[in-house]
């Protein structure tokens, strides 16, 4: 099992609207960053989980956890000329991006700002810290159960 840190503007996809969907599961597409899309094509897999990140806002922070219930494949909003994530250079043969379905499992009882986050001395090495753009982050073990601990589940 991994963990990860998945960020999404909640004026576009919050945890809300995570939990909304039916069976409280919907997939995570629209990543348009190779890395990014690495993880989820190569190492995002059903299972791991992931802690979801409410970014540009005035206060950004964790609100939710979640699992991965689906492993990468190929995100067919690149391929809809209608879709706000759409990419000419996508085939369905060569579809260059990738997705995964999440799961919301229960919101944080506490939201943890990236205030606290960055102050806390077991998380000074998370990409978030050290002020990566990455939407989707990979942390340890070790940075999941704090943030889950900081978040009241521990």
């Known amino acids: ?77 690149a391929l809809d000329p209608a879709a706000d994530h759409f990419d000419p250079k996508a085939t369905p043969d060569k579809p260059i991006w990738y997705m995964v379905d999440v799961r919301a499992d229960q919101a944080l009882p506490s939201e943890v700002p990236l205030a606290v986050i960055r102050e806390h001395p077991l998380l000074t090495g998370m990409p978030l810290v050290n002020r990566s753009r990455l939407s989707i982050q990979p942390l340890t073990k070790e940075q999941f159960e704090t943030i889950l601990q900081l978040g009241g589940l521990a």
């Open 1 to 77: 099992m991994r963990y990860w840190l998945f960020k999404s503007e909640p004026g576009c996809f919050s945890f809300q609207d995570l939990q909304a969907r039916p069976n409280a599961t919907e997939q995570w597409d629209g990543v348009r960053n190779f890395q990014a899309r690495n993880f989820l094509r190569d190492e995002i897999k059903p299972g791991d989980r992931v802690l979801f990140y409410h970014s540009s806002i005035p206060e950004p922070a964790v609100i939710g956890l979640c699992s991965v219930v689906r492993e990468g494949y190929p995100d067919h909003t």
